[in-house]
């Protein structure tokens, strides 16, 4: 019996039903050859240029303002560090606001940033449509915002001069496609998502849509436990799972490597140990779950994003916006990291830093 729970959106629900009266549309065995394709594809070696070759020579000694959904978030501090690396370039200074979580409340954070004469603002990890006001005031002073995660479509959106993001659908068709690999075509399924944040709930709604391709796997169950609260959720998320589920419960998708924090806690690895399940997320590529890939340990993939080098596609977009150039264009290739390919592309130091040496390619195009 397929099951959802939690206060799930409609179109997540409307999603995860469409599975149950949908059969594949691919002969099973080309589906699994071609999922497997697709994978090899993404676990390459990312050790080859494929942004930008040239720009604008970069202006100099410019305030950025960092605005971040939570600065406690790893991914999000990572980028504002990275931010300031590729800013000295330029001799830039980079401040920060932290929302801790409230920017998408409608705070005015973007009026602060321009009371702080910023020359360029980063939208890291917020809802750009919650910021219209801000955004137009902006607009108004011609002072250009760039977004990282700010919205589930990279490019120019909703007054941005462009966002910087990976494609949630490709992120979490691939985790899901490795999962089918994983399996060989046979796998219970249980999805964890946080259906209040629309970046994932978008993940959560293209995993849906790619396993129900997989004949031979079943979709258990679709868990929405916020983020915000997971940690306090899911020890009786888990305890309730095990007890519907039983031994059919053998694979976890989940939208963020943070799921599987809390999977290996003490007082919930004991739950699930029986299941011997094994787990892959639609991101992010935390230095936690690079550990655990490479002790084999529930989680065996994850699908990350190469945060510091968006930190230096952020600096170079904002130097382009400020020099009235149009948006590079570029959007990073989809990468999964798995035990077989860990050693490279930053996995000896717990992160995804791609071996093409884009610090390099970008200096040479801003210091000509």
């Given at each position: 019996?397929i099951t959802?729970?939690?206060?799930?959106?409609?179109?997540l629900?409307?999603?995860?039903?469409?599975?149950?009266?949908?059969?594949?549309?691919?002969?099973?065995?080309?589906?699994?050859?071609?999922?497997?394709?697709?994978?090899?594809?993404?676990?390459?070696?990312k050790?080859?240029?494929?942004?930008?070759?040239d720009?604008?020579?970069i202006?100099?000694?410019?305030?950025?303002?960092?605005?971040?959904?939570?600065?406690?978030?790893?991914?999000?501090?990572?980028?504002?560090?990275?931010?300031?690396?590729?800013?000295?370039?330029?001799?830039?200074?980079?401040?920060?606001?932290?929302?801790?979580?409230?920017?998408?409340?409608?705070?005015?954070?973007?009026a602060?940033?321009?009371?702080?004469?910023a020359?360029?603002?980063?939208l890291a990890?917020?809802?750009?449509?919650?910021?219209?006001?801000?955004?137009?005031?902006?607009?108004?002073?011609?002072?250009?915002?760039?977004?990282?995660?700010?919205?589930?479509?990279?490019?120019?959106?909703?007054?941005?001069?462009?966002?910087?993001?990976?494609?949630?659908?490709?992120?979490?068709?691939?985790?899901?496609?490795?999962?089918?690999?994983?399996?060989?075509?046979?796998?219970?399924?249980?999805?964890?998502?946080?259906?209040?944040?629309?970046?994932?709930?978008?993940?959560?709604?293209?995993?849906?849509?790619?396993?129900?391709?997989?004949?031979?796997?079943?979709?258990?169950?679709v868990?929405?436990?916020?983020?915000?609260?997971?940690?306090l959720?899911?020890?009786?998320?888990?305890?309730?799972?095990?007890?519907?589920?039983?031994?059919?419960?053998?694979?976890?998708?989940?939208?963020?490597?943070?799921?599987?924090d809390?999977?290996?806690a003490?007082?919930?690895?004991?739950?699930?140990?029986?299941?011997?399940?094994?787990?892959?997320?639609?991101?992010?590529?935390?230095p936690?779950?690079?550990?655990?890939?490479?002790?084999?340990?529930v989680?065996?993939?994850?699908?990350?994003?190469?945060?510091?080098?968006?930190?230096?596609?952020?600096?170079?977009?904002?130097?382009?916006?400020?020099t009235?150039?149009?948006?590079?264009?570029?959007?990073?290739?989809?990468h999964?990291?798995?035990?077989?390919?860990?050693?490279?592309?930053?996995?000896?130091?717990?992160?995804f830093?791609?071996?093409?040496?884009?610090?390099?390619?970008?200096q040479?195009?801003?210091?000509?």
């Amino acid at each position: 019996m397929i099951t959802i729970q939690s206060k799930c959106l409609t179109a997540l629900f409307i999603a995860f039903c469409f599975i149950s009266g949908v059969y594949a549309q691919e002969n099973p065995m080309q589906f699994l050859s071609s999922a497997n394709a697709k994978v090899a594809r993404a676990e390459a070696l990312k050790n080859r240029w494929e942004g930008p070759l040239d720009g604008p020579k970069i202006q100099k000694k410019k305030k950025i303002i960092f605005i971040a959904g939570d600065m406690s978030d790893a991914g999000i501090s990572s980028v504002f560090n990275g931010v300031r690396e590729a800013g000295a370039a330029g001799a830039w200074e980079t401040l920060s606001i932290d929302c801790r979580g409230r920017c998408n409340q409608g705070a005015a954070i973007i009026a602060q940033a321009l009371d702080m004469k910023a020359d360029g603002i980063i939208l890291a990890g917020v809802d750009v449509t919650t910021q219209a006001k801000g955004m137009a005031a902006a607009a108004k002073a011609k002072v250009p915002v760039v977004g990282w995660h700010a919205s589930v479509k990279s490019g120019p959106v909703d007054g941005l001069f462009t966002n910087i993001t990976t494609n949630p659908k490709e992120v979490a068709q691939l985790a899901a496609l490795y999962t089918v690999v994983e399996s060989n075509n046979k796998a219970g399924i249980v999805v964890f998502t946080d259906s209040s944040n629309p970046y994932m709930l978008a993940k959560s709604s293209a995993i849906i849509e790619t396993i129900k391709q997989c004949e031979g796997c079943r979709l258990l169950s679709v868990e929405d436990v916020a983020l915000s609260d997971a940690y306090l959720k899911m020890k009786s998320v888990v305890d309730n799972l095990v007890k519907r589920h039983g031994n059919k419960w053998t694979h976890v998708i989940a939208v963020n490597d943070y799921y599987f924090d809390l999977l290996n806690a003490s007082s919930i690895a004991p739950l699930v140990a029986a299941n011997k399940l094994v787990g892959v997320s639609a991101g992010d590529g935390s230095p936690t779950a690079y550990k655990r890939i490479r002790a084999n340990d529930v989680q065996t993939g994850t699908v990350p994003e190469p945060l510091v080098m968006h930190a230096w596609q952020l600096v170079d977009e904002l130097n382009r916006a400020m020099t009235g150039q149009a948006p590079s264009g570029y959007v990073t290739p989809v990468h999964l990291v798995t035990a077989q390919n860990i050693a490279y592309d930053g996995g000896a130091k717990n992160l995804f830093d791609p071996a093409n040496d884009y610090r390099n390619h970008y200096q040479q195009s801003w210091l000509k």
